[in-house]
Structure formats: C-alpha cells, structure tokens
C-alpha cells in the first residue's frame, strides 16, 4: 500500500535533514499550517492522480471578492447589451471552485503581504511580511533568518522549470514580491524604506532581492544546478531600481527624480549585466518589439510606481500593455522550456480602485483579468496545465436594495415595476454598488484615473446624488464609515480551477492550501527535491 502524502513529508524531512538534500526546510515542513493542510489534501477525492501538470499558471485577482466577480460579470454582460446577470466571466466556466478563508495568523481582516505568502508557500503568517514565517516580527530584520520560507516559483526554478511574474502594481508590491522575497515588513520595497538598523543587520530591500534572486537561490541550494534566474518579470516600480538622480529619469518619469534608492545602485542595469543577453524594456514599443524565439530573460518595467488602471492606459505617456497582453508574451517566451513553467499573474489594481472608492475601474479590472484567463486557456493544453483563479482578500463592497433585473449594475437603483429611481428614508435616490467605508462620494465624470480621489477632501454623510451620472468612470460610490481609505474584508475568497490537478479544488478550504494543490499537482517539490540530488553536470 502506498505511503501517504503525510507520511511521505515526515519521511522526506528526517532523511533530508542527515543528507543535507533538502528543499523545503524543515521548520516549513513541520509548521502546523503546512501539515495540516497536507491532511486537507489526502481527504479530497482524487488526491492520488496520476497525471501531473508539467505547467502551472496561477491567477490572482487582488482584492477581487464573490461581490466584484458578481457586479463585474454584469457589469461585462451589460457592455455586450444583455440584461447583465446571465453573463459569465471566463474563469466562472472551471469546473471546479471552491473558497478560501483568508485571515491571516495575526489578523481577522488581512493584507496582501500575508495571504500571498500562504498561497505561495503553504504556510499562513502574520499581515505585513512576505515569505516568512509568524514568527518574524514585522520591522525586526534580526527575526527573518531561519524563519524564511520555500515558495512555489522557487520550488518550480529549483525543478528546472521556467518561471514568470506579470504585474500591474509595482513588482516590488506586497503581492508579486511573496513569490521570490523574504522580507520582514512589505514596505521594504527599496533601500530607503528600510530602517538604519535593518540595513546594518544585513536585510536586503525587495527589489534588490528581485535582481539577486539567482544568486541568492543559488547561495540556499548550491547543489541545483538549474537555476537560472526569473525568465520573466513584468509590472510597474521602476522608481525602487533606480538611483535618487535626476539624471536616471526614464522618458514618462512623472516625478522630478524617478528613483528612490539612496545606495546610488542602478538595479536595472545591474540586471542588465546579470543577464547580458537579456531584454529590458519600459513602453509598448519596447514591448511590441520583443521576439518571444529568441527573448531568454524580459524585464519589463512599464511605470514608475503602479501600471496605469486599463481604462486609463490611453493617458500614459510612453504606452504600456494590457494584462492580456503581458501574458501572453509571458507564456509564449515560458513555453520554450520542454519542462514546464510557473507563471503568476496579478491584476492588483482591482485591490486599488476599491481602495480609492472607485467600482467602475475594480469592475473593469475583473473584467481584464478575465480576458487574460481566457487567452491563457485557449493557448494552452488542459492535459499539461494547471490554471487556478484566486484573490487574496476581498473589500467591504456591497450590492444592495432591489434594483430590477437588467438595471445598470453602476447605476441608481430602480426597483421592480419602477421607472424612476427608489429613494432612501432621507428622500435620496442611492446605488446598488456602495462602500461600507472609504472617502465616500466623489463625481469626476468621465475622468479614469481612480487615484484621483486621493486629491479631494473625504466626503462624510449622504449626498444628493440626483444628478450625477453614476455609471461615469469617474464616479466614486458612498461610503458608510468615512475613512482615508477603503479597506480590505474578512469575508472568503473563490478559488476556481481547471486543467490536471483542478479537481481537488472543493469546499471551504483555509489559504494556504492553494500551495499544496499546486505543489501536488506538478510535483513540484519532488522534482526539485531530485534535482538537488542529481549529480552536477
């Protein structure tokens, strides 16, 4: 009878410790988290499948809760002119889904930093730090060593696979950054973030851990000879790799002096000589030239701070590319590789436009991300490929009142029977989309930049907002709680799955086993475990 998935990673961990071949350390492997949600996986129904992924494409919806996948599937569906409620987002036809509770160890609503970091490595930890362990103290650099965490990307690059980030925040953000960092606070994301102390205690930024990931890979397991570094990197952030010089600007720099980092290195260039055969790029024109055939490494930085919401790109100044656009080119330059690949894919500024109290822009970025899922799977063999769909976190984003089938999801609420729009108690007409919390109302018209809000005065109370096109871009909702910023929810997630390994996406399931689905689906921790191993050539 064959050993169980359990009995396997005790077995592995002991013997792993006296030959010194190990991959996930043992602190991972014996966290309760981590084990526990092993004994997860051995109850769902076709844990023992035979057939394994050879890639794995993981989708991340940030801040995209049940209620955005909901309001942005009407929301597409009534831009195609039907009633709206009928309509599918791609991602919605998986066979398989399930939910995700999201808190994280320290903390009932969470952050991005902690809910990556237990779907990127198995382990829950506390909001704030990225691929570490709970017990790191947030802002403590002395805390991090031996408390660092394995992630998949980096089990898939121990493997020999190829691996890919694409971004529309900052690929120094909280999310992309739990696939390759180890950080004790995510606000780290260059030099002069960092304290005086945690620099002279050796701690690292997270952008120069982007570009030293090779090496520092390499440094943990010196026994892989198949490393090669991240072969695909695409987002915003360019202000954390470059020098605090005016004379480093980039040609769409929107501040008098683009870089932040106090050190006087220039990491873009510092990649550049890392990997002389390497692209970099930083606008559509960059990107439209790129030759997947003959592109080994793609740095792609496309904005100083964040890559522009999709219905504002129009306004960049140098061009940027959508979402659907960065992955494809991901997966056609990850593809080369006959062993497979690991690509994650973030539409992170969902997360942003909730923020900002902006439903238009969170709803077109779902519906984005849904156009990108379904170029992923219409480019790709469901034989050899695992596709998962997820979020983070969601965001106190509610529908509410009765509004009548087919009425503008953006729109004042009309109710059954009605023609004109219902009034509240107080005699105002009102949304069905609203906020529990956040800087409230605001009405930009036609403006697309959500971030604009961040400029006005926090709206407090009810408005009237009769004459007010709601189903403008730049409309920004009413919010209950006046805040500085709307704020994340404690409520599950989804998790949608199709391809090898899919099935075992079922019922309510806590965070951190997303890891263990994907691990289990390619095997990736065994094929990176005999890669360590095997004789160096």
């Known amino acids: 009878m064959a050993k169980s998935w359990l009995m ?42 035979q057939k394994k992924a050879k890639n794995i494409i993981l989708f991340v919806g940030d801040g995209m809760g049940i209620g955005t996948v909901t309001a942005a599937r009407i929301f597409e569906g009534q831009n195609k002119g039907f009633d709206g409620e009928e309509n599918v987002l791609s991602f919605e036809e998986f066979p398989f889904s399930g939910l995700s509770k999201t808190y994280t160890v320290d903390a009932q609503t969470p952050d991005s930093a902690g809910t990556m970091t237990a779907i990127m490595t198995g382990v829950k930890t506390d909001s704030g730090v990225v691929g570490v362990d709970q017990d790191v103290v947030r802002g403590d650099c002395r805390t991090v060593a031996a408390n ?11 493997a020999g696979k190829s691996t890919g980030i694409v971004t529309t925040t900052r690929i120094t953000h909280a999310t992309p950054a739990a696939t390759y960092a180890k950080s004790a606070d995510r606000d780290w994301e260059d030099i002069s973030d960092m304290p005086k102390d945690a620099i002279e205690a050796g701690c690292e930024d997270i952008a120069l851990q982007l570009i030293d990931f090779e090496k520092n890979l390499k440094q943990r397991f010196p026994n ?13 952030g360019r202000r954390h790799f470059l020098p605090n010089d005016e004379r480093f600007n980039s040609a769409d720099a929107i501040s008098k002096i683009e870089g932040d980092r106090t050190d006087g290195r220039n990491l873009i260039k510092q990649w550049q000589q890392r990997y002389p055969s390497g692209l970099y790029v930083e606008d559509i024109e960059g990107f439209n030239a790129i030759n997947p055939a003959q592109t080994t490494h793609l740095f792609a930085l496309f904005n100083e701070s964040h890559m522009r919401y999709e219905a504002d790109r129009k306004n960049d100044i140098a061009g940027e590319p959508s979402l659907t656009e960065m992955t494809k080119k991901a997966l056609e330059i990850l593809s080369r590789n006959p062993n497979g690949y690991f690509l994650m894919v973030e539409a992170g500024r969902i997360d942003h436009a909730h923020h900002a109290g902006n439903a238009f822009n969170a709803l077109n970025e779902t519906v984005e991300l849904s156009n990108a899922v379904t170029m992923a799977v219409e480019n790709t063999d469901p034989d050899q490929t695992l596709i998962l769909v997820t979020a983070d976190h969601s965001h106190v984003f509610t529908l509410a009142g009765y509004p009548k089938r087919g009425n503008p999801i953006l729109g004042k609420v009309v109710n059954v029977g009605e023609a004109q729009p219902a009034e509240a108690e107080d005699g105002l007409p009102y949304t069905t989309i609203g906020y529990m919390n956040g800087r409230g109302f605001h009405d930009f018209q036609d403006q697309t930049d959500a971030d604009l809000v961040y400029q006005a005065d926090i709206a407090e109370g009810r408005t009237d907002i009769s004459n007010s096109d709601t189903l403008n871009s730049g409309y920004h909702q009413e919010a209950l709680v006046p805040l500085e910023s709307e704020t994340h929810s404690a409520e599950d997630v989804a998790i949608y799955g199709l391809g090898v390994g899919a099935e075992t996406v079922l019922g309510v399931n806590e965070q951190n086993v997303i890891f263990h689905i994907m691990n289990q689906a390619a095997n990736l921790e065994q094929h990176a475990l005999q890669k360590l191993t095997l004789p160096k050539n």
Do not use: C, D, R
């Open 8 to 49: 396997f990673v005790i077995l592995l961990s002991t013997t792993t410790v006296v030959s010194a071949q190990q991959v996930v350390p043992q602190h991972q492997i014996l966290n309760p988290w981590y084990s526990n949600a092993i004994s997860k996986m051995e109850s769902k129904p076709h844990f023992q499948t």
């Open 148 to 158: 660092e965490l394995v992630t998949a990307l980096e089990l898939a690059e121990i």
């Open 224 to 236: 892989a000879n198949n490393i090669n570094g991240i072969e695909v990197v695409m987002g915003g």
